[in-house]
């Protein structure tokens, strides 16, 4: 797979970046919004557990704080807050994943039937029910890579120097290798593609995976804006796909030797 090749010379950010005009398309809109409702149902149903639990906690420290260090919780309130969203919002994107799945992969093939213009013949909401086992099985693919390898650069911040110097970059381009991963996996998944042989087609492309990835990442920090995310990520995902991989696995160029 060559990268040189004139339609595929666009970055990875530039994908993504692509992906939040695809969001507005009008043949998308509504594949769109069920993902995102229920991204922004459960989500604030998270938040407003989450934040009853935090005044509990401060109603409980502001009875254990001496009069004169009471004026703490007007500092400790807002950082508890913004701490709160920033790990809610990665706990909370890595559910979205498997609740989500399903109506992720149809946002994916409307993508590529829109810039293709070519329907995918993938059925229609009966054929996904019945698919469910396989879409979560593809999920789970994904959790069993990702964990051992996430476990193993975490333990990395606990070794001396490496911890505050190599590991920081590790994580980061982890990470974002992982986010390439997970939403570039959606249009590959469409086409039952198996994992490795995606995993193998992204490694071929690894500048364009990791920027797109990184892109995914650094956006994924930023609370509020992280809810459109995942619809800006699988069609600038599906973008790539269709520039990059496609036509390479339709003449069986995607799988390795």
Same mark, same amino acid.
């Given at each position: ?42 989500? !604030?149903?998270? $938040? ?31 950082? @508890?807050?913004? !701490?709160?969203?920033?790990?809610? !919002?990665?706990?909370?994107? *890595? ?31 009966? #054929? ?22 996430? $476990? ?8 001396? $120097? ?12 982890? *990470? ?31 500048? !364009? ?24 990520? $699988? ?7 269709? #520039? ?10 995607? @799988?390795?030797?």
């Amino acid at each position: 797979m060559n990268e040189t090749n004139p339609i595929t010379k666009k970055s990875g950010v530039n994908y993504f970046l692509e992906g939040f005009s695809l969001i507005k398309r009008p043949g998308l809109r509504r594949f769109v919004f069920i993902p995102l409702t229920i991204n922004l149902l459960l989500f !604030s149903c998270l $938040i407003y557990f989450a934040i009853g639990q935090l005044g509990d906690a401060f109603n409980w420290l502001s009875t254990q704080l001496p009069d004169y260090l009471t004026w703490l919780n007007f500092i400790l309130w807002p950082l @508890a807050v913004i !701490s709160l969203l920033v790990v809610l !919002s990665f706990i909370f994107s *890595s559910v979205m994943n498997w609740i989500a799945a399903p109506f992720n992969g149809l946002l994916a093939e409307k993508v590529e039937q829109l810039l293709t213009g070519k329907p995918l013949n993938t059925g229609g909401g009966i #054929d996904i029910i019945k698919d469910l086992p396989r879409i979560l099985g593809r999920e789970w693919i994904k959790l069993k890579y990702y964990l051992p390898r996430a $476990i193993g650069c975490l333990l990395l911040f606990l070794l001396p $120097i490496i911890g505050q110097t190599l590991a920081p970059v590790l994580w980061f381009l982890f *990470s974002a290798w992982m986010m390439a991963i997970q939403y570039c996996d959606y249009p590959f998944d469409n086409h039952k593609v198996p994992f490795t042989d995606m995993k193998f087609a992204l490694n071929q492309t690894r500048g !364009s995976s990791i920027s797109f990835g990184a892109s995914v990442t650094l956006f994924s920090m930023i609370p509020i804006l992280n809810f459109i995310v995942m619809p800006v990520a $699988i069609c600038g995902a599906t973008a790539m796909w269709v #520039d990059k991989y496609r036509e390479a696995y339709k003449n069986g160029a995607i @799988a390795p030797d």
